[in-house]
């Protein structure tokens, strides 16, 4: 079956702890992609990847970092989380169209 | 610079009515647009692509229409159900000459059919 997994689903953290989240695709998409949800913000985009080893920024990337080394996998690194930080957090792949979006992971940061 | 706006916000509907979600953008030049629906605390399924040469798109009871020139889209329910219960999002990608890469989101309808 075709997906985008995230890994945690939940995650409540302090401010300042280093925290990854995880990022995977089966579909062989070059173009993966990370936004956040807020209330009343609707979804921005963080950062994108066009291949591997290929990231750029997207609207709102302060604090955070990605990595691209294999195609499957984007994950999304807070080196010191702030509780401004707290949202929910969508990976996304792309193929010649259509985007497809991860389950999601709702992170609080203390 | 694009923005993408969805009229209404919410809507509260009987069961077996059918509705029109409105979803309007300021920059005609897109790529494609794209209606996702997401369930609260869930992420995002895609419903239909309308690529920008296309007029609309149809699956199942959902039907799609894009005029690009006037920058709207709607998305029509037909004989809406309680499942279809969600929050519905409208989001534009810009063509190959401005920020090829990125979907722009509208902030979505929040829709409740009652029984």
């Known amino acids: 079956e075709a997906q985008v997994t995230q890994n945690p689903r939940y995650l409540i953290t302090v401010t300042g702890k280093k925290l990854t989240v995880t990022c995977s695709q089966n579909m062989n998409h070059e173009y993966m992609s990370w936004y956040r949800q807020d209330p009343g913000l609707g979804l921005r985009q963080i950062y994108y990847?066009?291949?591997?080893?290929?990231?750029d920024k997207g609207d709102v990337p302060e604090g955070y970092k990605v990595s691209r080394k294999e195609k499957r996998n984007f994950p999304l690194i807070l080196e010191s989380p702030s509780p401004n930080q707290t949202s929910l957090y969508f990976c996304a792949s792309r193929g010649d169209n259509e985007q497809f979006f991860g389950p999601g992971t709702r992170l609080t940061v203390l | 610079k694009q923005e993408v706006t969805q009229i209404p916000a919410a809507l509260s509907v009987p069961e077996g009515e059918n509705l029109v979600l409105n979803c309007s953008f300021t920059?005609?030049?897109?790529?494609?647009l794209q209606w996702f629906r997401q369930d609260p605390g869930k992420g995002l399924t895609s419903l239909l692509l309308?690529?920008?040469?296309?007029r609309e798109q149809t699956s199942g009871r959902l039907n799609a229409s894009l005029d690009k020139s006037s920058g709207r889209s709607t998305l029509y329910i037909a004989a809406s159900q309680p499942g279809d219960s969600a929050t519905y999002l409208c989001a534009v990608r810009r063509d190959l000459s401005g920020g090829y890469n990125k979907l722009i989101f509208g902030a979505g309808t929040r829709l409740a059919v009652h029984p």
């Open positions: 309308i690529q920008s040469s296309q």
């Open positions: 920059d005609s030049a897109i790529y494609n």
């Open positions: 990847s066009m291949n591997v080893e290929v990231t």
